[in-house]
């Protein structure tokens, strides 16, 4: 498990966005307006929040943050009859394993999801990275795949920095925001961070980041239509790609391995030699990285004081069941059964089926309709599906709808 020095994660004490005033004047103003940030000489440079658990108080940003570095000052008294509550610490920071736990204020430590993290640090180039991780053959699949979603649609990559206006902005999470609710919707799942404060945040402050040089969206669109959009973090020569939504009509394309790959050589380009993939532990993002890690809730108390210390052991104990449920997977029987009601409506919808047909079998019985109608409607992914495995354009192909069935098509290919 990869671990910085401390050398190496003091870079990371001054840059880190989710400790930087931009970050807690805007969390404070949409989620605690009428609340001040305190800020407690024992830790550096976090601000916190009072719980509503008394002697408890958590850090700024709260589940909204991807990777929290501070440093600790246990000769300030400070800290004396309280907890201090910090989420989502990255292992590879270290503070956990190098922290002298021999004075008053003391740390529990939880490990709790894994994390994801490409280092390329001791590679002359992104190629020679991704040969060391992704088999030939593998990878040989990988640009195979770019190139037939080249071929048949006309796709455009862009870079979103400090250089972005408002409008564009806008339309970026516009765009966003609709691939997220889509790809939940099919799921029949909730959308956890769908709440208008959570987008807002969102919003607000992806903008405020990428004027200061912190942040930057990577899209990919097909005739100027997004579909697939990456945000992410930049703290020096560490990018925390956060957010990673595409449009699940062009899955067979596998557009989330394209997305990670030019997010890899973009960041390359850019001196960027450590990418991660923060949360959420998607099967596709193993295929890109060389080392696992964990983030970690640090319970911080005075263990002097009783009280602090019951408290923190109630805490930590707490979260440590939560994570035993993670690590056999209870946790997603419990999710299924949430979302099982919607998930079975979804299972008798009647789907539209494609037929591909050749000229001689043109009949009465089929009408030649728009082929963009019904492909922007409801065929978008079946004649995807095709045209990934014919490797054709779209302009390619010709739509007949059968008369007497209106869920029935046929597709000739030019």
């Given at each position: 498990m990869i671990v910085f020095s401390k050398v190496e994660a003091k870079k990371y004490l001054i840059n880190n966005p989710f400790t930087s005033r931009t970050y807690i004047n805007l969390w404070i103003s949409i989620f605690k307006q009428k609340i001040q940030p305190?800020?407690?000489?024992?830790?550096?440079?976090?601000?916190?929040?009072?719980?509503?658990?008394?002697?408890?108080?958590?850090?700024?940003?709260?589940?909204?943050?991807?990777?929290?570095?501070?440093?600790?000052?246990?000769?300030?008294?400070?800290?004396?009859?309280?907890?201090?509550?910090?989420?989502?610490?990255?292992?590879?920071?270290?503070?956990?394993?190098?922290?002298?736990?021999?004075?008053?204020?003391?740390?529990?430590?939880?490990?709790?999801?894994?994390?994801?993290?490409?280092?390329?640090?001791?590679?002359?180039?992104?190629?020679?990275?991704?040969?060391?991780?992704?088999?030939?053959?593998?990878?040989?699949?990988?640009r195979k795949c770019q190139k037939r979603l080249e071929n048949s649609f006309n796709i455009t990559y862009h870079f979103y920095q400090e250089d972005t206006d408002r409008k564009k902005h806008t339309q970026i999470i516009n765009s966003y925001h609709k691939l997220m609710n889509k790809r939940y919707q099919e799921k029949g799942e909730q959308l956890l961070d769908g709440n208008i404060l959570s987008k807002k945040f969102f919003k607000e402050l992806s903008f405020k980041l990428l004027k200061e040089k912190k942040g930057v969206f990577i899209v990919i669109c097909d005739n100027n239509e997004p579909i697939c959009i990456s945000f992410s973090y930049i703290l020096n020569e560490l990018l925390i790609a956060s957010r990673i939504v595409f449009d699940t009509d062009y899955r067979k394309f596998g557009l989330g391995h394209i997305e990670l790959k030019t997010l890899l050589e973009w960041s390359y380009k850019q001196q960027i030699k450590i990418v991660d993939f923060s949360k959420l532990e998607y099967a596709y993002k193993h295929k890109w990285c060389n080392h696992v890690y964990r983030f970690e809730f640090h319970f911080w108390y005075d263990s002097k004081s009783l009280l602090a210390t019951l408290i923190s052991w109630i805490l930590a104990s707490f979260y440590k069941a939560l994570q035993y449920l993670r690590n056999y997977n209870l946790h997603h029987l419990a999710h299924k059964i949430k979302h099982l009601p919607k998930r079975k409506k979804q299972t008798y919808q009647t789907k539209s089926s494609i037929n591909i047909i050749s000229h001689y079998q043109?009949?009465?019985?089929?009408?030649?309709?728009?082929?963009?109608?019904?492909?922007?409607?409801?065929?978008?992914?079946?004649?995807?599906?095709?045209?990934?495995?014919?490797?054709?354009?779209?302009?390619?192909?010709?739509?007949?709808?059968?008369?007497?069935?209106s869920d029935r098509f046929s597709m000739l290919i030019r």
């Open positions: 305190l800020k407690f000489n024992s830790f550096n440079p976090v601000h916190f929040v009072k719980s509503k658990i008394p002697y408890v108080y958590k850090n700024v940003g709260g589940n909204l943050v991807n990777g929290i570095y501070y440093r600790t000052n246990p000769e300030e008294k400070d800290y004396r009859k309280k907890v201090f509550f910090i989420r989502d610490v990255p292992s590879y920071f270290g503070i956990s394993k190098s922290y002298d736990n021999s004075g008053s204020l003391k740390l529990r430590s939880i490990p709790q999801y894994k994390g994801l993290l490409a280092d390329m640090r001791s590679f002359e180039n992104v190629n020679s990275y991704l040969n060391s991780i992704v088999s030939a053959r593998r990878l040989r699949y990988y043109i009949t009465e019985e089929l009408e030649k309709v728009n082929t963009a109608h019904y492909y922007n409607k409801d065929l978008k992914q079946s004649i995807n599906d095709i045209l990934y495995l014919k490797q054709k354009k779209l302009s390619e192909i010709e739509l007949y709808k059968c008369k007497n069935r």
